[in-house]
Every structure is written in C-alpha cells, then in structure tokens.
C-alpha cells in the first residue's frame, strides 16, 4: 500500500485528514466534557447553509459558510448564556433553521449541480492545494491559541462557577470555543462532509474520555487518536476501495467500541 504515497491526491488527503483530524480531537475533548455532543451537528448544518447560499450566488462557498456558521455558534451560545433554554434545545432551533435555509436555497438555483453533494459525503480525495493550506493556517492558528487558552477553557470546562469566582472570562471563553469549533467543522466539512463532521468530532474524543484520568491526558489522547484514525481510515478505504470519509469514522467507531469493551471488562473486574 505504500505506494498509495505516490500519488499527490492521496498525499493531500493523508496530510488534510491528519491535520483535521488532530484539530477535531483537540476542540472534541471540551464539546464532549461540557456535553455539547449536538453542537458538531448544528455547527454543520449551518455549514451546509452557507455552502448553499454561496452555490445560489456562485462564489466560492467556503467564504460565506465560515461566516454563516460563526453566526450561529455565536446565537446558540447567546441563547444558551440568555436564556433559560438548555444548549440541546439552542442548537436543536439553529439546527433547523440552518437545515431549511439550505434547501430553500438550494430550490432557487436554476441549473442542478454536484457540488452541494462533495458538502453534504465528504471528498477527503479531492482536497485541493487550497483546501490544504486552508486547513494548515486553521491548525497553526489553533495552535497558537493552545498556551494562553488551554488552562483556561479547561478551568472553565471543569468548574465554571468556580472559574467565575477566580474571575476568569468564561463568557468570553465559551464564545471563543464556540467559533473555534465552528471553524474547524466547516474546514472539516469538505473533507469528511456534513452527515459525518460530528462524528469526527466526537468519537476520539469520547473514547480519549474512556482511557484517560485526567482533561490534559484526554486531550493529548484524543489528539492522537485523531490523527491515526485519519492515518489508518485512508489506508483501509485505498485498500478496500471504498469511500474514505467514511472509513475514517468508522475506524475510528471500531477503536471506541473495543475501548469501550475493554475499561468495562477492567472497571468490572
């Protein structure tokens, strides 16, 4: 399989998956521990929304999705901080508003296209150069933001009342970590698509949470998980021949359910 290397669109795939799915596993640990599992599914949805209205004015769609899925995450946060609503019935109203406005915008194209369809499954395998660098500047940007923010949001995540007595911004945190996620679903988007970014998001992170005692050691596990889920999906659909996005998931699905299995066994015992 080593050749699979030779070729530049398994190179691109292997290098966005990696990075991607490093960045899914850094800010899934915080939805996970603050029990915003949903938020990758709205967070997509309103993605969706905005490729469509890009699609409708025929620019370039990732310009106007990361836009429209800031504005939601900023709402349901809004909501969420507001309200007396709770964070599965914020994002349930972005969800499906972000959902409808899809299709309507869809329904007013005059001339059919695939593209909305590369959005909605994923195409790993047709990253472009410019998706590349797209993905690169997002995880370099993350990474700066790792030393002043990490202490911080993980203060937060674990105690919030606790965090606001020591007079730390949780507010301006949960806004932060909300357009952060929002960004790298859209990135992800185009690479595993919108059915499957939520799971992307999720699954190492929850199985990190299975294996590890402590948020730093969730979070350094969910990153690696995160990248060899990558790594390992995309050799698995090039040897099977089979769609890459999904394979990825589904790896990664199967190194849950055997954790699971495993720490059950263990704490049973």
Request: contains cysteine; positive net charge.
């Amino acid at each position: 399989m080593l050749d699979a290397l030779s070729y530049p669109f398994f190179q691109k795939a292997l290098a966005a998956g990696v990075m991607v799915g490093a960045l899914c596993g850094y800010y899934g640990v915080f939805v996970v521990q603050r029990g915003l599992s949903f938020l990758g599914d709205g967070l997509a949805h309103a993605a969706f929304g905005g490729v469509a209205l890009a699609l409708l004015l025929g620019v370039t769609p990732l310009w106007v999705a990361l836009p429209f899925a800031v504005v939601v995450a900023l709402g349901i946060t809004y909501l969420r901080q507001r309200t007396d609503l709770g964070a599965d019935t914020s994002i349930g109203i972005f969800f499906a508003v972000s959902a409808a406005l899809g299709v309507l915008f869809l329904g007013l194209r005059n001339t059919y296209t695939v593209d909305p369809f590369a959005y909605l499954f994923g195409s790993i395998l047709g990253v472009s150069t410019a998706d590349l660098w797209t993905v690169a500047a997002l995880v370099l940007f993350a990474a700066l933001l790792v030393p002043g923010t990490w202490r911080l949001l993980a203060y937060a995540t674990f105690d919030s009342e606790l965090a606001r007595s020591d007079r730390v911004g949780v507010r301006a945190l949960d806004y932060l970590l909300a357009v952060m996620v929002a960004v790298t679903v859209v990135v992800s988007v185009k690479v595993v698509g919108v059915v499957l970014v939520a799971s992307y998001l999720i699954i190492p992170a929850a199985t990190a949470r299975l294996l590890s005692p402590t948020l730093f050691r969730m979070t350094v596990t969910s990153v690696v998980l995160g990248l060899l889920g990558s790594v390992a999906g995309l050799w698995i659909s090039y040897a099977a021949e089979v769609p890459s996005g999904a394979t990825v998931v589904l790896t990664q699905a199967a190194v849950f359910a055997v954790t699971a299995v495993l720490t059950r066994r263990r704490h049973g015992a």
